[in-house]
Nanobody, 115 residues
Framework: QVQLVESGGGLVQAGGSLRLSCAAS????????MGWYRQSPGKRREFVAT???????NYVDSVQGRFTISRDNAKNTVSLQMNSLKPEDTAVYYC?????????WGKGTLVNVSS
């Protein structure tokens, strides 16, 4: 059984920073891509950023230059450093990973950016 557990969400003022972390645990044989998605009220879940096991990264245009995704393959963790946060970044952020050939999701952590 595989689990993804996020941490690090919270309330922050516009222009501030937060760091999200996600740890994968359980019967893990292979982890490919890891990443983050988010969902705002009334909207569909959207892609934010991903990173491959080799360290390549990809970002949605709206966070490019403000967010940085990183991973620690030895610890099976992925993080998202979020700087210059904007009210439109407010959402529940979900950790995602392709593990053992299957997709897994965390339960989400709320990021609330006040103006």
């Amino acid at each position: 059984q595989v689990q993804l557990v996020e941490s690090g969400g919270g309330l922050v003022q516009a222009g501030g920073s937060l760091r999200l972390s996600c740890a994968a645990s359980g019967s893990i044989f292979n982890i490919n891509d890891m990443g983050w998605y988010r969902q705002s009220p009334g909207k569909r879940r959207e892609f934010v950023a991903t990173t491959t096991s080799g360290g390549s990264t990809n970002y949605v245009d709206s966070v490019q230059g403000r967010f940085t995704i990183s991973r620690d393959n030895a610890k099976n963790t992925v993080s998202l450093q979020m700087n210059s946060l904007k009210p439109e970044d407010t959402a529940v952020y979900y950790c995602w990973s392709a593990i053992n050939g299957m997709n897994y999701w965390g339960k989400g952590t709320l990021v609330n950016v006040s103006s």
